[in-house]
């Protein structure tokens, strides 16, 4: 008689949410690690996100939160506010949680530096977006350990 029992957790999926580009990464089965997965242009990020869950178990949605150092919205809010409006109405199913994700784009930065990226690969705004949706998702993981 096998003695442990396992319990299957949905996945967790992060959201870098740019008003051009989006930065998606998720966790592995267990939520320990998070994995960068793609940058795509922001009017496709819905769709995809449809395609990903029809395949892979998603139980809560992380929607980066852009804020001022005085703990206030920033300007980019006018564009993640209806984003995440419309993810609440298109997957209620999924939990929707906002995370904030201040400096995140400077960690990747220093990230990328640090891991030995070449000067042109950091350039590309795409790694950047990516690099940053995994660091929101591990600060998320490590929240709620």
Do not use: W
Request: glycine share 4%; aromatic share 8%; proline share 2%.
């Amino acid at each position: 008689m096998n003695k442990y029992i396992y319990c299957v957790l949905g996945r967790i999926l992060a959201i870098d949410y740019g008003s051009k580009r989006v930065g998606l990464a998720v966790s592995d089965s267990l939520r320990i690690i998070a994995n960068a997965l793609d940058t795509i242009h922001s009017k496709d990020v819905v769709e995809f996100i449809k395609q990903y869950v029809s395949k892979e178990k998603v139980d809560i949605i992380v929607v980066g939160e852009p804020k001022t150092l005085k703990n206030e919205k920033s300007d980019s809010a006018r564009f993640i506010d209806p984003f995440v409006v419309h993810l609440e109405r298109t997957f209620p199913e999924i939990k929707i949680v906002r995370y904030d994700e201040r400096f995140t784009s400077a960690i990747a930065q220093q990230a990328m530096l640090l891991g030995g990226m070449k000067k042109k690969d950091r350039r590309i705004k795409e790694n950047v977006d990516k690099i940053s949706a995994t660091i929101i998702l591990q600060d998320y993981m490590e929240s709620i350990k």
